[in-house]
């Protein structure tokens, strides 16, 4: 890399293991090797092979990118009637993310969501939200619903991922699957959201509850007293 170019790094990358990344972070910015590399902050350079390696993990959550000031300086070895000079270059590194974040639901508490028992299918109960502070497939998210996680049916409800404008990531579109006469009550379902990062989905759970309420027609049926 020369003045001015971009290095990139994967996050959580452990001590003295840079060249695991994608991009080259062997900078020769100077080509004599004699030249000195002086750095600061989280990065060690190693004289005279110009390698820049991460001092600890770095976290793109906290901090995407970097810029150091490489100086190089000759005549190192102070030899007398020779002169001594040095130049400073920029090096911008940018930290590519890793998936080390789960995705986590936002919107789910403790009351629940309520369905009339005769809705009709298809009945669209509830959005789930979700957040996932990681970027691009890492954050990419996908609902669904754990069978034999609940005390319903699992033929009730169904879960879609659909795209949330309101929250620029996809979202949860619960639904009824069928006809709730004669299920009143209270029933609690499970959500699972998990992201599409490599090599390996993160994902968690959440308990949604769901309360199936009588509809007013058996409300305004006669009744003998």
Not at 3 to 14: D, L, N, Q, T, Y
Not at 103 to 115: A, L, Q, R, S
Not at 124 to 130: D, G, L, P, W
């Amino acid at each position: 890399l020369r003045h001015g170019e971009i290095a990139c790094i994967f996050e959580r990358v452990k001590k003295h293991e840079a060249k695991i990344t994608l991009c080259t972070i062997n900078l020769r910015i100077f080509t004599d090797e004699n030249f000195r590399y002086q750095l600061i902050i989280n990065f060690q350079s190693f004289n005279t092979q110009g390698t820049i390696t991460v001092l600890k993990p770095l976290d793109r959550e906290v901090k995407d990118q970097y810029i150091l000031y490489v100086t190089a300086t000759d005549n190192i070895d102070g030899i007398p009637n020779q002169q001594r000079s040095k130049r400073t270059g920029a090096i911008f590194v940018r930290v590519t993310d890793v998936n080390d974040n789960p995705p986590v639901i936002t919107n789910v508490g403790t009351d629940p969501k309520m369905v009339v028992e005769n809705a009709q299918n298809n009945t669209r109960i509830e959005v789930i939200s979700a957040t996932d502070i990681d970027t691009g497939a890492n954050a990419e998210l996908e609902f669904s619903l754990l069978p034999g996680e609940t005390n319903a049916s699992d033929s009730w409800f169904y879960i879609t991922t659909q795209y949330n404008s309101d929250t620029k990531n996809n979202g949860g579109y619960l639904y009824t699957r069928q006809s709730l006469l004669g299920h009143v009550g209270m029933y609690y379902i499970t959500v699972k959201v998990q992201d599409k990062g490599t090599p390996t989905p993160l994902s968690s759970n959440r308990t949604l509850l769901i309360e199936i309420i009588e509809s007013n027609e058996n409300l305004n049926q006669p009744q003998f007293v």
